[in-house]
């Protein structure tokens, strides 16, 4: 707190004074109010009024107006107090209130008292809640400086929350755009520190669109505060258009000070952006305005820092800012976390720059020190105790850095052990962000943004390992491995279980399903609207006003559903021993691998251990990932079969050593199962194709093969924490055991080829044959040709257990998310997949790519086949590349077959491509007519009482009609699948 100046003395020892006249005259009760001489006077000289004459109160509240605007404001704050009291107590709720914010408001903007703000707003609030109607402007004041005390101790996300109910009632309302303009800034600041770019720069420019023309000095404000946000998230070119728009307006401005803070920020900008020449000039202009203000005395030394790093003259931005972090401290003023990490992110860049190990070190310790609320040991590592987390993980995962650099430097375990531990809270940090966003974006790019840190902490952790060879450290390697990866597909797994566990009402579930798809419908029509502006801008209207109710809708559930937060958030926290014990036996082991900055690396999970290792052949590994991508996804060309052939064993054999023999020496000769958590681009390979043979082939033969799959039934995962609670949340009730599809194609052009590559779509001359060779296994609904529709589709597939698309694909190079699947008259996107609630126990994909899309970070290639599972698919069949339609039909059959037997699916398509191998006649022998299909999901047998064998049920009804003489009926489980055919290629 500041010392208090003489007139200040002076007023508070004459409210003093009045105070105690108050209480003297009580005895009569009368009071006298008499304000003149140093202080100030109300106009009439002399109130005498009865104590319990309401006036009173209202006279209080008037000596505190004169108070305020002569900024005697602790007096103000007194007297308002003491009218608000008293207001309560004649009960004149909207009075009191109005003097408790009022009184609220002079701490927080001008006496600089939090813990005193922090009570009132909250009394204030907990009073409007008891005395008000919602819908009264006291009411909405009082939620409004709620929200304040919120944001003020951190609580972004409840902050975030109050504030868009306070737009909604001023809304409603009708209150005034200054009003608005507030509340909608504070919620860009709210995602801002959340971390949600997406959401805070949206809310930023509705905040700015509703000040234009209006008012320059709020104009101004806003784009200062759009071009800061810019220039904090690297979007610099954005920057420095915004920060040159706030020059024209500067001269209008109403205060010196805002004219010199705006100058600062173009220079800094300008800075960055390497215009040395207009930075230095901006610099000189913000210098010439005279302002009294400690604070642009240190935010002036800050943009001279930044202004010489760019210059490279390092040590002198190191002494300007470590200048400008001595006045801080000693005004205490402007010296909260965020002003001080930003400043201390400045310096620590010019230190690293500088090599200055011991700088940085110390940068990173004060940095992280300076956000947190406590600096105790005990309270330390604690997600409660961070008050920005955005910048506490720059601090953290810097230090971390630092400590294994130093650990190869020196040997020392010390410095490894302190390297992990930072980088295991770094990572808990990134997943706490990441929860509170709601922008998928954003989200993404966190994750993206975050790869460095998910890399530096499995190294150190696997340093660990190999230094001591404790199983710990590979475990929690394997632990931030699986934290990196299907991120999404695990929280709407989670999303759902924590809903259906939960009395949830059914009018609030509903009420998100309308949300839900009115947003996919307002996405698909912003992706599909390429040369329509206007569409654009009133799809990402639309677009911004759903997520707004759906992050309510989401809180509000959170909120009052303790039960439904837990099990949402609890289940997501991951258990390695609990992978391990549901999904591990004798006979299969888990490899996965995590693609990292220079190293690729491999974790090998059985029964007994959990081991890993790293390669430092990235590169390489990845150039022949790519080369037999391509062979093996096109059939031989006569011309150049042998080279092609060769190439393709060389690169399989090449991966097979680099990725799966290593692996494959620490399991035990039993194991006959393997489940692949590939990574980046290794999503792009089926890794049956390996080959195990050694040396180079003198001739070229299809026949001569030792594939993987051979000796080993291979399945995929998108993380084993997901496949972890795949069967658990299965709900297993169904209407039809199996739906499956194979439309007819006869019109060349159609509308609904518009945002796909393809130009005609021919006919399938074998899908039809596919569907009808699975009925000889299955009972259920088939749909040929035109029958094979969207309408049946829609109707049926919440019931299905087994789905089977044999059809067309549309791709949408563009847009992934717009990537489609065929019926016979409109297609089914991602998008359009993210508003069903499927239950299928199989989904069969027999069309091609369906397992190609974007690689978003976090969760991996988001396909067709896995937005089947991301809307509620326990496992998918899917295909790796364009596949041949007639041959598709023979494997399928295969497939069937095989789990008609019994078999888990991955043993079936095991022994459905042993089987096609061995009757395939030449060229079919080629990966291409085989290799494309790989499941992902659970690997269960498909249980059901309805699948027949028809050639037993024939054998039994002999023996029983010679046996006994008369038919006996007998049925057999019966399995699901569902398959998938495209065009020839």
């Known amino acids: 707190m500041t010392v208090f100046s003489k007139a200040r003395r002076l007023a508070i020892s004459t409210y003093i004074l009045i105070v105690g006249i108050a209480n003297c ?59 608000s009291e008293l207001h309560e107590s004649q009960a004149s709720y909207e009075s009191h209130i109005t003097y408790l914010n009022y009184a609220a408001y002079i701490d927080y903007n001008l006496l600089n008292d939090q813990l005193s703000y922090d009570k009132l707003a909250v009394k204030s609030w907990s009073n409007a809640k008891k005395y008000l109607d919602q819908h009264n402007n006291v009411y909405i004041d009082a939620l409004d400086q709620y929200g304040t005390y919120l944001y003020g101790i951190s609580d972004y996300r409840e902050a975030l929350q109050v504030f868009q109910e306070v737009v909604d009632l001023r809304r409603q309302n009708n209150h005034s755009w200054i009003a608005l303009f507030n509340n909608l800034k504070s919620i860009g600041d709210c995602y801002k520190f959340i971390g949600d770019s997406g959401n805070a720069i949206s809310y930023y420019q509705k905040s700015k669109a509703l000040v234009e023309n209006k008012d320059k000095n709020f104009e101004a404000m806003l784009i200062h505060t759009i071009a800061r946000y810019y220039e904090k998230t690297n979007g610099l070119d954005s920057a420095i258009i915004y920060s040159e728009r706030i020059i024209p307006l500067i001269d209008d401005l109403q205060t010196v000070e805002n004219k010199a803070k705006y100058l600062l920020t173009s220079a800094e900008i300008s800075a960055k952006q390497n215009q040395i020449f207009q930075a230095e000039k901006y610099l000189k202009k913000a210098s010439s305005i005279k302002v009294e203000n400690e604070y642009y005395k240190i935010y002036t030394l800050e943009t001279k820092g930044k202004i010489e790093a760019r210059k490279d003259n390092h040590q002198n931005a190191i002494r300007l800012f470590q200048r400008a972090n001595t006045l801080a401290e000693q005004s205490g003023k402007k010296n909260s976390a965020s002003f001080k990490s930003k400043r201390l992110i400045e310096m620590y860049q010019s230190a690293k720059k500088q090599n200055d190990i011991k700088l940085c070190k110390d940068i990173c310790e004060d940095g992280v020190l300076a956000n947190l609320i406590s600096a105790d040991e005990d309270k330390r590592w604690s997600i409660e105790n961070v008050i920005n987390k955005t910048e506490a993980l720059y601090f953290l995962s810097e230090k971390a850095r630092i400590d294994y650099n130093q650990y190869l430097l020196k040997n020392e375990k010390k410095y490894l052990e302190d390297s992990f531990e930072k980088y295991k809270y770094s990572i808990d940090l990134i997943l706490n962000i990441r929860q509170e966003i709601f922008n998928e974006k954003s989200k993404n790019d966190l994750m993206l943004q975050s790869q460095t840190i998910f890399d530096g902490a499995i190294q150190s952790a696997l340093t660990l390992y190999n230094q001591t060879k404790k199983e710990t450290y590979s475990k929690a390697a394997f632990k931030i491995c699986e934290q990196s990866k299907a991120l999404n597909l695990l929280n709407e797994l989670t999303d759902k279980f924590a809903k259906s566990a939960t009395s949830i009402s059914d009018s609030l579930l509903l009420r998100e399903k309308e949300l839900i798809l009115k947003l996919n419908q307002a996405k698909k029509v912003l992706l599909e609207s390429v040369d329509n502006e206007t569409k654009k801008i009133e799809s990402q209207k639309e677009i911004e006003n759903i997520n707004l109710n759906l992050d309510q809708l989401t809180h509000k559930l959170e909120r009052e559903y303790p039960k439904y937060y837990e099990l949402k958030y609890g289940s997501l926290r991951l258990n390695v021993d609990s992978i391990i014990q549901n999904k591990i036996n004798n006979k299969n082991a888990i490899i996965e691998y995590f693609v990292g900055i220079d190293n690729i690396f491999t974790f090998v999970i059985d029964k007994k251990s959990v081991s890993a290792f790293s390669t430092d052949k990235k590169q390489s590994i990845l150039t022949a990932t790519d080369t037999l991508g391509t062979l093996i996804s096109r059939p031989n060309s006569l011309k150049n079969a042998e080279k092609e052939y060769k190439e393709f064993v060389r690169c399989s054999r090449y991966l097979y050593d680099a990725l799966v023999l290593p692996a494959l020496r620490n399991l035990d000769k039993d194991i006959s199962n393997l489940t692949i958590i590939p990574d980046k681009e290794l999503n792009l390979i089926p890794f049956e194709v390996l080959s195990r043979q050694a040396g180079e082939r003198q001739s070229y033969s299809l026949d001569n093969h030792d594939y993987l799959f051979e000796d080993f039934s291979v399945s995929y995962q998108y993380s084993a924490a997901h496949w972890n609670k795949i069967d658990s949340y299965s709900q297993n009730k169904f209407g039809v055991e199996y739906l499956g599809f194979a439309p007819s194609f006869n019109h060349s052009t159609s509308s609904y080829l518009e945002s796909c590559d393809l130009q005609t779509l021919p006919n399938l001359k074998c899908t039809e044959k596919e569907i009808k060779t699975i009925a000889k296994y299955l009972d259920g609904k088939f749909f040929y040709g035109a029958d094979a529709n969207f309408s049946n589709f829609d109707e049926h597939i919440e019931d299905a257990k087994i789905l089977h698309l044999a059809t067309h694909t549309c791709t949408n190079t563009q847009h992934t998310a717009l990537n489609s ?131 037993r049920l024939l054998g039994l009804l002999g023996i029983t009609i010679i046996l006994s003489g008369f038919f006996l009926k007998t049925r057999f489980r019966k399995t699901e699948l569902k398959s998938t055919c495209d065009p020839d290629s």
């Open 25 to 83: 005259c009580a005895q009569e009760k009368k009071v006298i109010i008499h304000l003149e001489g140093d202080t100030f006077h109300i106009p009439r000289s002399e109130i005498i009024i009865e104590k319990t004459n309401p006036s009173y109160a209202d006279s209080l509240a008037e000596a505190g107006d004169f108070a305020f605007n002569n900024n005697r404001h602790r007096l103000a704050k007194r007297f308002y107090l003491a009218s």
């Open 821 to 951: 699947i065929y019926f016979s008259d409109k297609t089914l996107s991602i998008l359009d997949l993210n508003n069903y609630n499927l239950n299928t126990e199989l989904t069969v994909l027999s069309a091609c790519d369906t397992g190609i899309g974007e690689y978003i970070a976090g969760d991996g290639v988001q396909s067709l086949a896995w937005a089947f599972m991301n809307s509620g698919s326990n496992s998918t069949l899917l295909s790796l590349w364009s596949i041949n339609d007639c041959s598709t039909t023979e494997f399928i059959d295969y497939f069937y077959q095989a789990l008609q037997q019994g078999l888990a699916k991955d043993d079936a398509l095991r022994q459905a491509k042993l089987n096609f191998l061995t009757n395939a006649q030449n060229f079919e022998k080629h990966p291409f007519y085989w290799a494309p299909f790989i499941t992902y999901g659970s690997m269960k047998p498909i249980q059901s009482n309805n699948i027949r064998d028809k050639s």
